[in-house]
């Protein structure tokens, strides 16, 4: 009877040593999610919202599209003329605005500007004889 004692003690005894084992190896996999993840969050931060507007050029007018409505936008070149002005601009529109022979200029709204380059296509050189 006394053999019988000491042997369910000594499962008692590893069973909560496998049970203490187990627990260490949960905790250890839960520290190294925690360090993968801040790892990650380092490494990819969040994406930044999108600007408020987008503007590109195109056989000479400058074309402004509006993500978010916008007040006060501005066509400026290098040399600080202004080529256009718009009161407002309601989101998801697009406005024009016809520029001269500079390459350079930059739409400005608010506290954003994006510069914006244009080339005039060349015209076709014919193949000489």
């Given at each position: 009877?006394?053999?019988?004692?000491?042997?369910?003690?000594?499962?008692?005894?590893?069973?909560?040593?496998?049970?203490?084992?187990?627990?260490?190896?949960?905790?250890?996999?839960?520290?190294?999610?925690?360090?993968?993840?801040?790892?990650?969050?380092?490494?990819?931060?969040?994406?930044?919202?999108?600007?408020?507007?987008s503007a590109y050029c195109q056989d000479g007018v400058v074309?402004v599209s509006a993500r978010v409505d916008l007040k006060d936008?501005?066509?400026?070149?290098?040399?600080?003329?202004?080529?256009?002005?718009?009161?407002?601009?309601?989101?998801?529109?697009?406005?024009?605005?016809?520029?001269?022979?500079?390459?350079?200029?930059?739409?400005?709204?608010g506290d954003f500007s994006r510069a914006v380059t244009c080339?005039?296509?060349?015209?076709?050189?014919?193949?000489?004889?």
């Amino acid at each position: 009877m006394r053999f019988y004692i000491s042997v369910s003690v000594v499962f008692m005894d590893l069973a909560r040593v496998g049970v203490l084992l187990i627990g260490l190896a949960l905790i250890i996999i839960a520290v190294l999610a925690v360090y993968a993840y801040l790892d990650v969050r380092r490494t990819y931060p969040p994406p930044e919202p999108p600007p408020p507007f987008s503007a590109y050029c195109q056989d000479g007018v400058v074309v402004v599209s509006a993500r978010v409505d916008l007040k006060d936008v501005k066509v400026v070149d290098a040399d600080g003329r202004v080529y256009c002005t718009f009161a407002s601009i309601k989101g998801g529109a697009d406005k024009l605005c016809r520029v001269g022979n500079a390459t350079v200029y930059l739409v400005a709204a608010g506290d954003f500007s994006r510069a914006v380059t244009c080339f005039r296509p060349l015209p076709p050189i014919p193949v000489g004889d």
